[in-house]
């Protein structure tokens, strides 16, 4: 069976275990993984209608159809011409049907026109049925993962080398090259290059601006982007090491040790069959235990695939049990607001025979210059 058919029938019964009665798909990662088709972000209608009790039909812009390759297994294909009313085409392809999910990344003007088309209908995010679905990687989509992964940690290893001069250069000529080593390295797409020296390390979504990077200072370094095998959709890359320039401050290095840690015993946690939560508990309990458990403001980690951040979320509440396939971030970090942090991130796969880290770039506290 292709994996299209095998994600095709997944989503099948994913529909029928939520009660949905028609998928509405378009723009967003639900639509090119299903079909290996992505709509243009504009404002012509794509929509994949896939009912429950019957065959998909692609409405797609005429002028876009060519860059459709059809599968008639799949879907049918219904180009509309700039005279004709693509909603119109949607309503009468849902029917009378009542569940509808629609893609959450679809445009807000096309679902309220959608819902005046179809009053009697009630509405979901397209992730209650795809979520979980696309959260398990299938054989191929874990290999595209390994190889943005292996990318990723070139070029960790050579920031962590001193090949990435540190000291003199503002954050974001050092974000730019960690940019252009990842294309370098075979990503088609830099999706954020984050460098927080100094105090600024102490905030994990930094946005690297014209500070000048000192010497003695951590730097946080988190960076991934989007790569794909054969032509294939993009998956994409995320890892984060801290480095620090010079020689660490006692207090750098206690607290990259809790870190470390942290990170590992989280790594260690992921098997199957522990929830999502159990890998988040794991990360902050050796980060609470060492006085640090308010400085770790964020959860564990997110889901990787298609998307930087998707299904499954490593955070407390979620009891979700992890399964072979399961692909996502560990990525602990503590902050001391206003003086400095440090963060460690790897890209994760929870396998048959345990976990299985992408990443394998050293864990170490790096000196470099
Ligand atoms: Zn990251
Ligand atoms: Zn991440
Ligand atoms: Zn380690």
Known sequence: ????????????????????????????????????YEAMPLERLTMLVLPSDGAGTL?????????????ADLFALRPWAETEDPFALVAG??????????????????LLRLQSD???????????????????????????????????DRVAVALQAGEVPLIGRTEAA?????????????????????????????????????????????????????LSLDGGPGYCSDITRTVVTGSPTAEMTDLYDVLHAAQAAAVAAAVSGATCQDVDRAARRPITEAGYGDAFIHRTGHGIGLEEHEDPYVVEGNATPLAPGHAFSVEPGIYLAGRFGARLEDIVVAAEGGPDPLNRADHGLAEVG
């Not at 730019?176 to 927080?196: K, P, Q, T, Y």
């Open 174 to 226: 050092v974000s730019a090259e960690i940019g252009a080593r990842l294309r370098a390295e075979g990503h088609s797409r830099v999706n954020f290059a984050i460098v927080g020296s100094g105090p600024n390390s102490a905030s994990p979504h930094h946005e690297p601006g014209e500070r000048v990077i000192n010497p003695g200072e951590m730097v946080v370094c988190d960076f991934g982007g989007t």
């Open 93 to 110: 392809l849902v029917g009378g049907r009542r569940c509808l999910a629609v893609s959450d990344r679809a445009w807000s003007s096309a």
């Open 1 to 36: 069976m292709s994996a299209r058919r095998e994600r095709m029938d997944r989503v099948r019964s994913a529909m029928a275990a939520a009660g949905v009665d028609a998928l509405l798909l378009s723009l967003g990662a639900d639509l090119p993984w299903l079909t290996g």
């Open 118 to 152: 179809l009053p009697h209908a009630t509405w979901a995010p397209s992730s209650v049925v795809t979520g979980p679905v696309r959260a398990v990687k299938d054989e191929a989509e874990v290999a595209c993962l390994r190889a943005a992964a292996q990318a990723a």
């Open 59 to 71: 409405v797609v812009p005429r002028l876009e159809a060519p860059r459709v390759r059809e599968d």
